[in-house]
T-cell receptor
Framework: GENVEQHPSTLSVQEGDSAVIKCTYSDSASNYFPWYKQELGKRPQLIIDIRSNVGEKKDQRIAVTLNKTAKHFSLHITETQPEDSAVYFCAATDSNDYKLSFGAGTTVTVRA | NAGVTQTPKFQVLKTGQSMTLQCAQDMNHEYMSWYRQDPGMGLRLIHYSVGAGITDQGEVPNGYNVSRSTTEDFPLRLLSAAPSQTSVYFC?????????????FGPGTRLTVL
């Protein structure tokens, strides 16, 4: 099955700086790569996603890049704010495009 | 739309007890799944379903059963609870057709097994 690895496990950044989280996946047939944000005690919520026919996608301060050849994708958050503090998960579908496998998560702390 | 709902929010069981975690969605999604979330281990897939009458195992299925008699409901049964099943359980659903891929999560059930 799909194996998703995520780095780093924790990330502390100064407010206003950028944050980058990287993920690798194992199944070259994976087609869909979402990123979720989870605040303490809450459910994971989708913040951005990308399909394999696109190399980059941006939504205001967040962007995702995908390198299918190397089987890795990254989340970029620019101009970080205290409300960006949360756990972020990357995920990838299997070759059937059904199951989502998740990385172990990155705890992001934005220092004021 | 209520989205994905789960009951109960919290549950405490004794070792060996059984129980059912309820999950329902009102978005007519074909795909539904159950995850457990443990500290430092992300979200691990327990079971999933691509439609009524169809279920399959995820990466950590042992000790859990599921059924999918309707599109809306996907209950998770713990057969004989063990302390290792202490976790937060999330149900999720997503469409398999229709132009959007987004998977939505329920609010979670925090389960403690003593």
């Amino acid at each position: 099955g799909e194996n998703v690895e995520q780095h780093p496990s924790t990330l502390s950044v100064q407010e206003g700086d950028s944050a980058v989280i990287k993920c690798t996946y194992s199944d070259s047939a994976s087609n869909y790569f979402p990123w979720y944000k989870q605040e303490l005690g809450k459910r994971p919520q989708l913040i951005i996603d990308i399909r394999s026919n696109v190399g980059e996608k941006k939504d205001q301060r967040i962007a995702v890049t995908l390198n299918k050849t190397a089987k890795h994708f990254s989340l970029h958050i620019t101009e970080t704010q205290p409300e960006d503090s949360a756990v972020y998960f990357c995920a990838a579908t299997d070759s059937n495009d059904y199951k989502l496998s998740f990385g172990a998560g990155t705890t992001v702390t934005v220092r004021a | 739309n209520a989205g994905v709902t789960q009951t109960p929010k919290f549950q405490v069981l004794k070792t060996g007890q059984s129980m059912t975690l309820q999950c329902a969605q009102d978005m007519n999604h074909e795909y539904m799944s159950w995850y457990r979330q443990d500290p430092g281990m992300g979200l691990r897939l327990i079971h999933y379903s691509v439609g009524a009458g169809i279920t399959d195992q995820g990466e950590v299925p042992n000790g859990y059963n599921v059924s999918r008699s309707t599109t809306e409901d996907f209950p998770l049964r713990l057969l004989s609870a063990a302390p290792s099943q202490t976790s937060v359980y999330f149900c999720a659903s997503r469409p398999l057709a229709g132009g959007t891929d987004t998977q939505y999560f329920g609010p979670g059930t925090r389960l403690t097994v003593l």
